[in-house]
């Protein structure tokens, strides 16, 4: 098993865990990874080892490519339940994801009518308005909140040195329920430090930040893949029901995944 870079700028259709029979749409390249984060749990690996050279599909290859994918689809299946935003990055850090948001979901309306459009996003892009607009637009806005804690994440995520927890809650806030927050939970060592999130010291804090920002449905998860840091482990399956019995008791809809 090893960390992996996807086809771009389409993949699949792949069976997801969360998602169903989902296409893969990739905004990033197919030479690695384009990332305003970078976890020490990503499936792509660390940035320093994984970088792109070639440059981002255009709104144009995106159109040509998934309409092309979606016509076969129809021919010989399968039926897609989802098209979904993920791959070697930061979809919404494409210039033109907006735009590529308004062609996916005229395209979805023409063959698929009853797949939903989902991104998963780091949520590092939403302060921009036009990104904002799109991902209201869509199904299943899926925004990432790790932690609350401002150190952890800076070891967990590792964002850029301006990135803040509250104004990223603020404007996860500003969807006014229409998001669903995913959220990584999982133990182990990185540089020598314990990075177990899921004791009340981490969850009771984020819990009260979910309620905040009140979305529609919170997914928990845990590590699947192989991940850059190797000291990392999956947080187990009673841990993770746990954490979704704490959201429940607060009238939060949330789903694992082991
Ligand atoms: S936000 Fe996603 S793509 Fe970016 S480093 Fe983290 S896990 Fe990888």
């Not at 979904?84 to 308004?102: K, L, Q, R, Y």
Request: aromatic residues 8%.
């Amino acid at each position: 098993m090893s960390t992996v870079i996807y086809p771009s700028p389409i993949f699949g259709p792949v069976h997801s865990r969360r998602l169903g029979v989902s296409l893969g749409i990739n905004l990033l390249p197919a030479d690695g990874k384009v990332c305003s984060f970078d976890c020490i749990y990503c499936e792509c690996g660390f940035n320093a080892d994984n970088r792109a050279h070639n440059p981002l599909p255009t709104r144009e290859e995106v159109h040509l490519a998934l309409e092309s994918k979606l016509i076969e689809m129809k021919a010989v299946g399968p039926i897609p339940d989802v098209l979904t935003f993920a791959g070697n990055g930061e979809p919404t850090c494409h210039p033109s994801f907006p735009e590529i948001i308004d062609d996916t979901l005229a395209l979805r309306d023409e063959y698929f009518p009853n797949a939903k459009v989902s991104v998963l996003s780091n949520s590092t892009f939403i302060h921009r308005p036009a990104v904002f607009a799109a991902l209201a637009k869509i199904d299943n806005n899926i925004l990432k909140l790790d932690t609350v804690d401002e150190d952890y994440i800076h070891l967990l995520d590792r964002p850029g040195s301006n990135y803040s927890v509250s104004n990223i809650i603020s404007q996860l806030k500003a969807f006014k329920g229409n998001c669903i927050i995913q959220t990584m939970f999982l133990k182990g060592k990185y540089e020598g430090r314990d990075m177990d999130n899921t004791s009340d010291k981490y969850v009771l804090p984020w819990i009260e930040a979910v309620k905040n920002i009140a979305p529609r449905q919170v997914m928990i998860y845990t590590i699947d893949r192989e991940t850059p840091d190797h000291d990392l482990q999956k947080a187990s399956p009673e841990e993770l029901d746990r954490i979704v019995s704490q959201l429940a008791k607060e009238h939060i809809v949330a789903t694992a995944s082991y």
